[in-house]
T-cell receptor, first 110, second 114 residues
Framework: SQQGEEDPQALSIQEGENATMNCSYKTSINNLQWYRQNSGRGLVHLILIRSNEREKHSGRLRVTLDTSKKSSSLLITASRAADTASYFC??????????FGQGTRLTINP | DAEITQSPRHKITETGRQVTLACHQTWNHNNMFWYRQDLGHGLRLIHYSYGVQDTNKGEVSDGYSVSRSNTEDLPLTLESAASSQTSVYFCASSPGTANTDTQYFGPGTRLTVL
């Protein structure tokens, strides 16, 4: 069964707006990671946040983690057409394996 | 540059045939993984390996097998292909060190079983 569940399943916004995606999970984690998948391609790692961290930034990406609520969010600021992709959260329990959510399909409209 | 490759990129086969999908990485990573991706299911782990001669079953391993004879390769074999195994298959690798378990993905193989 999937550890992470993402919300919304699909999101469509205008270029320049901010996009927020959420991920909820069920068990204790070592870290949580976000990946991007462009259509027809493999997944690409975006950012990792450890269980003792609450917020992390990388360029236009901001990730938060609330371990008490077992949830994370990914914020993409000032969206661009090139951000159109599917975004997946993945949880790690420290055994070198990841469990992926079902993903959020993000569409940026010009 | 180090990379992870998969072959073939597209494969059409018939029910009952044996099929092998190749995965090759040049990062010298200890860990390698096979996933399948289907609409509505995200990525599901099929098999994984933590090193040479080590293999483990994942969430959806029935009908699949892997072997790890060297660091670079983890071929995935479908023993007797079924229509339910029509999917996109992704191979991934990770260093296997304590500090990070970030995975690096191949481009995928689209398999159709008729």
């Amino acid at each position: 069964s999937q550890q992470g569940e993402e919300d919304p399943q699909a999101l469509s916004i205008q270029e320049g707006e901010n996009a927020t995606m959420n991920c909820s999970y069920k068990t204790s984690i070592n870290n949580l990671q976000w990946y991007r998948q462009n259509s027809g391609r493999g997944l690409v790692h975006l950012i990792l946040i450890r269980s003792n961290e609450r917020e992390k930034h990388s360029g236009r990406l901001r990730v938060t983690l609330d371990t008490s609520k077992k949830s994370s969010s990914l914020l993409i600021t000032a969206s661009r057409a090139a951000d159109t992709a599917s975004y997946f959260c993945a949880t790690s329990t420290g055994a070198q394996k990841l469990v992926f959510g079902q993903g959020t399909r993000l569409t940026i409209n010009p | 540059d180090a990379e992870i490759t998969q072959s073939p990129r597209h494969k059409i086969t018939e029910t009952g045939r044996q099929v092998t999908l190749a995965c090759h990485q040049t990062w010298n990573h200890n860990n390698m993984f096979w996933y399948r991706q289907d609409l509505g299911h995200g990525l599901r782990l099929i098999h994984y390996s933590y090193g040479v001669q080590d293999t483990n079953k994942g969430e959806v391993s029935d009908g699949y097998s892997v072997s790890r004879s060297n660091t670079e390769d983890l071929p995935l074999t479908l023993e007797s292909a079924a229509s339910s195994q029509t999917s996109v298959y992704f191979c991934a690798s990770s260093p296997g060190t304590a500090n990070t378990d970030t995975q690096y993905f191949g481009p995928g193989t689209r398999l159709t079983v008729l």
